[in-house]
């Protein structure tokens, strides 16, 4: 069982930056893939990112690339967002979500967070 808190949500400007953190219980995080998605309203849930368990391996939405950074520390069971450059499109509820599987389809992530509110004004 793992349990999902994101936090770092908020008002920013066009051209800003956030920073979104998870922070994950239980002793399983340092095996599991961790993804963000974010759902806008109307709109679907879609995928943002995604990072292999050992975070050698990473890849993002083509509208995200060269803007977003995902990075996780094993030790303090947290997976970080880095979001520069942010856009008005990206405004959304951010989740992240963990998965036992490599390459996890949206299916198959097994844990959710409660979402944290990231606004971008233009």
């Known amino acids: 069982q793992v349990q999902l808190v994101e936090s770092g949500g908020g008002l920013v400007q066009a051209g800003g930056s956030l920073s979104l953190s998870c922070a994950a219980s239980?002793?399983?995080?340092?095996?599991?893939?961790m993804g963000w998605f974010r759902q806008a309203p109307g709109k679907e849930r879609e995928f943002v990112a995604e990072i292999s368990w050992s975070g050698g391996s990473t890849s993002y939405a083509d509208s995200v690339k060269g803007r977003f950074t995902i990075s996780r520390d094993n030790g303090k069971n947290t997976v970080y967002l880095q979001m520069n450059s942010l856009k008005p499109e990206d405004t959304a509820v951010y989740y992240c979500?963990?998965?036992?599987?490599?390459?996890?389809?949206?299916?198959?992530?097994?844990?959710w967070g409660q979402g944290t509110q990231v606004t971008v004004s233009s």
């Open positions: 979500a963990a998965s036992y599987r490599r390459n996890p389809l949206f299916s198959e992530y097994d844990y």
């Open positions: 239980g002793s399983t995080f340092s095996s599991c893939t």
